[in-house]
């Protein structure tokens, strides 16, 4: 009995060891993880009413960005744009969505762009692109986060010969 409680004292001191891990702290924890999170994607698109029903995360995606260059198209088709530039067919805008569900549009143009007006251009597209439906923002660990991306806007098709 003696030996016995030898040996558990001896293996209580000796077992220690195992019950004093170094637990990281806090800041590391949270640099190791603010690392693995891919900041570049987002794990929610955003997406207007007509497309939340689709399931597929791409067809989503797609859905709202075919609606967003639909919605731009009408609204700079009643507009003088392609009779004021008729060499100007397509037009990048870029569009950021806010976690609020606020939109942003800026017109992109290229490095050359002395051909046409961009301020009255950008002026232009301020003044008509209004008045869009709600955009349920894109999500990020399910908090809404800011996003943007480029749309090509086609102002007029490319006549047939």
Avoid at 22 to 31: C, D, I, N, R
Avoid at 69 to 98: G, N
Avoid at 108 to 129: E, G, M, N, W
């Amino acid at each position: 009995m003696k030996q016995f409680s030898v040996f558990l004292v001896f293996l209580f001191f000796n077992s220690c060891q195992y019950f004093e891990k170094q637990v990281p702290s806090e800041k590391e924890l949270l640099q190791k993880e603010l690392k693995s999170i891919n900041w570049k994607e987002v794990d929610e698109y955003p997406t207007v009413a007509e497309c939340e029903t689709i399931a597929d995360e791409k067809q989503r995606q797609k859905c709202f960005f075919d609606v967003m260059a639909k919605l731009i198209q009408e609204k700079l088709d009643i507009d003088t744009l392609s009779i004021l530039y008729p060499e100007l067919d397509t037009i990048e805008v870029k569009v950021t969505v806010f976690p609020n569900s606020k939109m942003v549009f800026e017109p992109q143009f290229p490095k050359d762009s002395v051909a046409y007006d961009t301020i009255k251009i950008d002026s232009i597209l301020h003044a008509r692109l209004v008045d869009f439906p709600k955009v349920n923002p894109a999500i990020k660990r399910g908090i809404p986060v800011k996003t943007q991306f480029i749309l090509p806007v086609i102002i007029k098709e490319k006549e047939q010969k």
